[in-house]
Nanobody, 123 residues
């Protein structure tokens, strides 16, 4: 499986970005997907995850609730993360994760990660 994340960049506080992650080499619709982020000096943390298939179930990290939206397009093998109302503390490298487990309202990542895309939010 190959994952390619894109869409990061420099944005002012309050702005928006849409991150994309393309997946190849798997039956994409059969796998749950997640987005994580890692800021300098911090541990990687869950941003959002979406269940396999129709994506009827989503999970959000506390920092993302109400501001970020995860979605998927199984016809294009893509998962998206819409970032809105960005804050300087959202500055991080954002990674997509393929095929983790969703259970009991949580997402447990697999060991399949994309290369990351950097989001920088200026104040």
């Amino acid at each position: 499986v190959q994952l390619q994340a894109s869409g990061g960049g420099l944005v002012e506080a309050g702005g928006s970005l849409r991150l994309s992650c393309s997946a190849s080499g798997s039956t994409f619709s059969e796998y749950s997907m997640g987005w994580y982020r890692q800021a300098p000096g911090s541990q990687r943390e869950l941003v959002a995850a979406i269940r396999a298939g129709s994506g009827s179930e989503t999970v959000y990290g506390d920092s993302a609730k109400g501001r970020f939206t995860i979605s998927r397009d199984n016809t294009e093998n893509m998962v998206y993360l819409q970032l809105s109302s960005l804050k300087p503390e959202d500055t991080a490298v954002y990674y997509c994760n393929h095929g983790g487990a969703m259970w009991n309202g949580a997402y447990y990542p697999s060991n399949l990660w994309g290369q990351g895309t950097l989001v920088t939010v200026s104040s």
